[in-house]
């Protein structure tokens, strides 16, 4: 099929683009950019619209395997293509894990059967995520593995981790950690400090993670590996990863959408959807979370879609998983509360939700450059609407946002030529 999308702004970082232009599409592919394009093919009127580079997640659970309850592989992925995204990096399921080939085919399968945006596993790097044995990591990688990663779970064992560095170099395959020292993050279930005395909840104090950066950083140095840093979510921790970026360490790192806008005094205690792992911090946190993707600290900008049943957080606070979904909100909660405001530029924005972490991982996409694969997200930068999560395509409705007013939504999303979502209904 082939598309011509007329006079939307195009905003492409990887170009440095962001201007009113056409796009041509054809057999799955960018052909040109340019003004006043004419042609046989299909018309789509853009103006007043956003045109960028499809948005990728580099985090989002699935569900598939062992918690098809909350999310499948169905309709995660049709949750992200209703938020924008054209490709998605499945975090591996908590159980069974995602620790051997063959579930990495399985995910890959499902994929291909069920979903309706890309998705790029990622694997474990210890066998069941303990921490002791390392997994084969060659087979992981021939399997389709685009990154390791232990999920929620500190590889506490710093040798196993040097290790697993090491190993996984020889591979060229990134190492994404989750930073969370569990002796002194305890039983905590919100930020330590001011507001969970207040509420009368334990706290995970900022130390839990900066130690576990700090170490890791170490660790990278050493083995001279490509280490990423997942939900970076303190002002210490940014300053430790942007002295390492200085000293030449081959680390990457993200943050997600609710620790940009939101902190410690938002939280609700009787409300278990605030619940976060890890959990929302100060504003001087997110202060300096905003300059480090700024400044280039921060690379990517990652969802963390994390889908709870509705039981399990319909209990008290201290005894719900942490989590919330976010594939759906992350774009405009962002243009919302940032670029709405002036706190962060369009072209940060679409930069570090597309072509920086497709750079990040290696993947295709993340460009509107001719030759790339037409993934291409167009956004309505003034659409105002009231989130229901009632009326999401994801199985789980864990959101704190629920209500919320946002402005500025994706109103089409196209993966590979071929339109996934219009106007909000997604394409099967």
Request: hydrophobic letters at 45%; charged letters at 25%; proline letters at 5%.
């Amino acid at each position: 099929m082939r598309w011509l999308l007329k006079g939307g702004r195009v905003v492409d970082p990887s170009q440095g683009t962001d201007m009113v232009l056409d796009v041509r599409v054809a057999d799955g592919r960018i052909v040109e950019l340019g003004q006043e394009l004419t042609g046989d093919e299909n018309v789509i009127d853009c103006r007043d619209k956003l045109v960028v580079p499809g948005l990728i997640d580099l985090r989002t659970d699935l569900g598939e395997p062992g918690r098809e309850t909350a999310e499948t592989i169905a309709s995660g992925t049709r949750a992200a293509a209703a938020g924008g995204f054209t490709a998605v990096c499945a975090r591996p399921g908590r159980e069974p894990a995602v620790d051997d080939a063959g579930w990495v085919s399985f995910v890959r399968q499902r994929a291909t059967a069920d979903g309706v945006v890309k998705v790029y596993p990622l694997a474990a790097v210890t066998k069941a995520y303990a921490g002791n044995e390392l997994v084969e990591m060659g087979e992981l990688k021939a399997a389709g593995a685009v990154a390791l990663y232990d999920g929620d779970r500190t590889i506490a064992r710093a040798g196993v981790l040097r290790r697993a560095l090491e190993y996984a170099r020889m591979f060229a395959l990134p190492v994404m950690v989750h930073c969370e020292d569990e002796d002194l993050a305890g039983r905590g279930v919100m930020h330590e400090g001011f507001h969970s005395t207040v509420n009368g909840l334990a706290g995970i104090p900022a130390t839990a993670e900066e130690v576990i950066v700090a170490r890791d950083l170490m660790l990278a140095e050493l083995t001279g590996t490509h280490v990423h840093i997942a939900h970076v979510s303190t002002a210490a921790s940014v300053a430790l990863i942007r002295a390492a970026k200085a000293r030449g360490v081959r680390v990457t790192a993200d943050v997600t959408p609710h620790h940009l806008v939101l902190t410690d005094a938002d939280v609700q205690p009787d409300d278990a959807n605030w619940k976060l792992r890890p959990p929302l911090r100060t504003a001087s946190d997110v202060e300096a979370l905003l300059e480090g993707l700024r400044d280039g600290t921060i690379d990517c900008i990652a969802t963390d879609h994390t889908p709870c049943l509705e039981e399990e957080k319909q209990v008290e606070f201290d005894q719900a998983p942490f989590g919330v979904i976010g594939l759906e909100t992350a774009l405009p909660l962002l243009l919302t509360r940032l670029v709405h405001t002036g706190a962060l530029s369009l072209n940060e924005l679409i930069g570090r939700m597309s072509w920086h972490p497709a750079r990040v991982l290696g993947l295709p996409g993340g460009t509107l450059a001719p030759g790339a694969p037409a993934d291409v997200t167009v956004i309505d930068p003034d659409l105002e609407r009231v989130y229901d999560p009632r009326k999401g395509f994801s199985h789980s409705r864990n959101t704190p946002l629920a209500g919320w007013t946002l402005r500025g939504w994706p109103v089409a999303t196209m993966v590979d030529g071929r339109w996934v979502m219009r106007n909000g209904r997604v394409i099967l």
